[in-house]
């Protein structure tokens, strides 16, 4: 499980450390894909394997199934960690999610949300107590 939140910045060729503990989790090769809300994810190659499964299970017939194959597919890529502990993010993603210098690694239990630190921030519920109450409604409790 993946928790904790990381400052790290991206220099100008794309190229980003991936924290020590998240390493251990993510493995020497790993998947970088489009997430919700603006950031990048980074899965563990069981967990990817466990999203093109479920993605294969949806209906290929329905609108709704081929977009959001799309949306995690195409713009999916393999990274391999370098002897620096870096990956290179590729421009499209970094485009995506708004990467420029200043990036948060943030630790989201099956995966690792890569933000740009100003739209990290705007992420901040503006009340923990309403999301609590929304939470309790499904079922959720501490």
């Known amino acids: 499980m993946f928790m904790g939140e990381y400052n790290h910045t991206i220099d100008a060729k794309g190229r980003l450390i991936i924290p020590a503990k998240f390493r251990e989790g993510l493995g020497e090769k790993f998947v970088v894909s489009k997430g919700f809300d603006g950031c990048l ?14 993605l294969k299970e949806l209906p290929q017939f329905k609108k709704e199934t081929r977009a959001i194959t799309r949306f995690f597919l ?27 210098k200043d990036v948060i690694l943030v630790g989201s239990g099956s995966r690792v949300e ?23 409604e499904l079922g959720f409790s501490l």
């Open 41 to 54: 994810n980074a899965y563990d190659p069981e967990t990817w394997a466990g999203i093109e499964e479920k």
């Open 74 to 100: 195409a713009g999916a890529v393999e990274e391999e960690i370098d002897k620096q502990g870096r990956i290179l993010i590729p421009a499209k993603l970094r485009e995506y999610a708004d990467l420029k």
């Open 114 to 136: 890569i933000w740009d630190s100003e739209k990290w921030k705007d992420t901040e519920p503006e009340s923990i107590d309403d999301l609590a109450e929304n939470l309790s």
